[in-house]
């Protein structure tokens, strides 16, 4: 199999070299792309690179994909799982792209192989895997201007040599340590020893949260390289290990934005795993494109090229009139195929989701959201806590920056890590701003050893330990009775475990309360300090419960969270709000079935209202329901 693979090879090469020049004179690429505001790549493995040297493959497989999903840019890897192709092989497939008028750039994968589906990076301590590594970028360099590390620049290796060098650090900082030093003396520094023009993005995976304890540093390798991407496959939320929720597709763009000092990041990225019906797939590309990501790339080139099927999946809403309506797509493409011999695939889900986001982009401003801080290399116990919130229809803007400009802000346990936090926040209550702060936070912060006694300097509030079991809810501002949040005032809701919070009653407010048996607990408390006013939102034990409260529990946190934006929508859990600086918004749901939201938009006279003087249900507020199909979106102007 091997030596028949070579004999190909060779004669594809000799072939390349016999027909010259006249066919391999480069195309002029379009000037402004197949889209009109992003760019569409596809990163080719080195496999695949080594099969579309045979140019009979590369002609049928480039036709089968622009066909189907127009591109403008492709990434040849020449390294991967200890797999080089070979110069020529690089070559003779960037000429074959350059010919038709495709950018190119270099893609490379650091690492070793795995498992059985388990990761394996190198074991940075191996001299063998750092010349590996200084070799990949080496060779990449020499073909291309601009290279792409895929996910896999971090470090999960165990040795006995990692034991003995961690020593008594922990994985963590031995990790991080390690990965400084590797990006510089491995990575960039052999690549620009043979190209001194080379500029290298490291694309960093969807997991962020975890980021720190396997040595990608968010604080300072998005300024040692010349750029950063995102991985924007949330894949499925249900059957994946990881199970990232819908809205990180978005998020995750907004927060790599901060990362850097001119708060760019290169692109999205998204892979067609993990996918139990076509619509998901869809939805990870609209997302990154309504976070107005200027490229996106499709992993990989496969199944935008090969004559496989796209799998439709089991598809219940198939019959609505969804946006992405895959009948009707197949069946246009058939109508405009009628002698194609394979089925659509991949790339004419790629093609028919990027084509419609496209035709709406220009309507949207600059994303906008609740600011919330996270600081590089933070993790918590709140695990991706911002994407579970954007699934019940909070608009995020996740930041690596404390916000101080920002009249309303969202603290998670994971901006504890800020040692200044507690400063940073009396200075944003003195300012007369709303602080909303998760127990997690609270629990991170309580510590009383310290002189200004953490937390509780702000509010005696603190968590005590103990975890309740609320299954009712009732909302209330100021004294007296409160109003229930039931679905169905008989039926009682699911039960829910929260963190317990302690507080002196009329010092701070439940203005959102659970309750269990006979007794009351804060969901969302409210406390005056300074001009400002400080909110405590209760976080369940289990983060994912978020969607298991009735609606109304979080549309009433919504309306003191976002009391200072445009607009905000009532809806079950499922349903995404995304907002723009020009008023537009999108309303997008994940849910199986259509969903009517209340839409709440709020009269804006160009001042922000002082958080000590908001109160929720101002008469101002215009109140309209619309309908959203299934896995669709719909676009409205402010």
Not at 230 to 246: M, S, Y
Request: charge should be neutral; charged fraction near 20%; glycine fraction near 8%.
């Amino acid at each position: 199999m091997r030596n028949s693979l070579a004999r190909q090879t060779a004669a594809a090469l000799a072939f390349l070299a016999v027909a010259g020049n006249a066919m391999l004179a480069p195309i002029p690429a379009q000037a402004a792309g197949h889209y009109k505001h992003f760019k569409t790549a596809i990163y080719i493995p080195v496999n695949v690179t080594q099969s579309l040297v045979d140019p009979q493959v590369f002609e049928h497989q480039f036709a089968r994909a622009m066909s189907q999903v127009p591109f403008d840019k492709v990434y040849i890897e020449g390294y991967r799982d200890n797999h080089f192709a070979s110069d020529a092989e690089i070559e003779a497939v960037k000429r074959q792209f350059q010919a038709k008028g495709i950018e190119v750039a270099g893609g490379v994968t650091l690492a070793a192989g795995g498992f059985n589906g388990q990761f394996m990076t190198f074991d940075y301590e191996s001299s063998r895997d750092r010349d590996t590594c200084k070799r990949a970028m080496a060779l990449m360099a020499r073909h291309f201007d601009h290279v792409i590390l895929d996910d896999f620049t971090f470090y999960t290796s165990k040795s006995d040599a990692d034991i003995k060098a961690k020593g008594k650090r922990t994985w963590t900082d031995y990790r991080l340590a390690t990965m400084r030093k590797v990006s510089k003396d491995l990575i960039i520094d052999p690549a620009r020893a043979v190209n001194k023009n080379v500029k290298i993005v490291i694309k960093y995976p969807n997991w962020y949260e975890h980021f720190e304890g396997l040595g990608f540093d968010l604080a300072q390798q998005p300024e040692m390289f010349d750029g950063i991407y995102a991985g924007t496959e949330t894949r499925d939320p249900v059957i994946t290990d990881q199970l990232l929720q819908q809205y990180e597709s978005y998020n995750i763009i907004r927060y790599y934005e901060t990362l850097r000092k001119d708060g760019k990041n290169g692109g999205g990225w998204v892979d067609t795993y993990s996918i139990r019906y076509v619509d998901r797939y869809a939805e990870q590309l609209w997302d990154t494109m309504l976070a107005k990501a200027p490229e996106i790339t499709l992993f990989n080139w496969h199944p935008a090229a090969q004559d496989t099927p796209a799998e439709a999946g089991a598809r219940p809403w198939a019959g609505q009139d969804t946006s992405f309506n895959w009948d009707r797509i197949v069946a246009d493409w058939k109508a405009a195929n009628p002698d194609a011999a394979v089925p659509p695939g991949w790339g004419l889900a790629a093609g028919a989701a990027l084509k419609q986001i496209d035709a709406v982009l220009d309507q949207l401003g600059k994303p906008t959201g609740i600011p919330t801080y996270r600081p590089a290399n933070s993790s918590s116990a709140e695990d991706f806590l911002p994407n579970y919130l954007g699934n019940v229809g909070i608009p995020i803007a996740l930041t690596a920056r404390f916000p101080q400009d920002a009249q309303t802000i969202l603290l998670t346990q994971a901006s504890a890590a800020d040692p200044d936090i507690l400063d940073k926040v009396k200075r944003q209550l003195e300012a007369g701003k709303a602080v909303f702060v998760t127990s997690g936070f609270v629990k991170a912060t309580q510590d009383p050893k310290r002189k200004d006694r953490g937390f509780q300097d702000l509010v005696e509030v603190y968590a005590t330990g103990n975890q309740v079991l609320l299954n009712d809810y009732y909302n209330g501002y100021g004294a007296g009775n409160g109003a229930s949040l039931r679905d169905d005032p008989k039926v009682a809701p699911r039960d829910v475990l929260f963190p317990e919070l302690h507080y002196f009653t009329n010092d701070a407010w439940p203005i959102i309360r659970g309750v269990a048996g006979a007794r009351g607990f804060p969901v969302l408390l409210m406390n005056r300090y300074s001009k400002g006013v400080l909110y405590i939102l209760s976080i369940p034990s289990n983060i994912g419960d978020l969607y298991s409260m009735p609606p109304g529990v979080m549309n009433s946190v919504k309306t003191y969270l976002m009391a200072d934006t445009p607009v905000r929508i009532e809806a079950p859990a499922g349903v995404s709000l995304f907002t723009y600086d020009n008023g537009a918004y999108v309303i997008q749901s994940f849910r199986d079935t259509p969903t009517t939201v209340k839409v709440v938009k709020h009269a804006v006279d160009g001042k922000a209202r002082p958080a000590a003087e908001t109160v929720p249900g101002a008469s101002r507020d215009t109140v309209s329901d619309v309908v959203i199909p299934p896995h669709s979106f719909r676009v409205y102007k402010g």
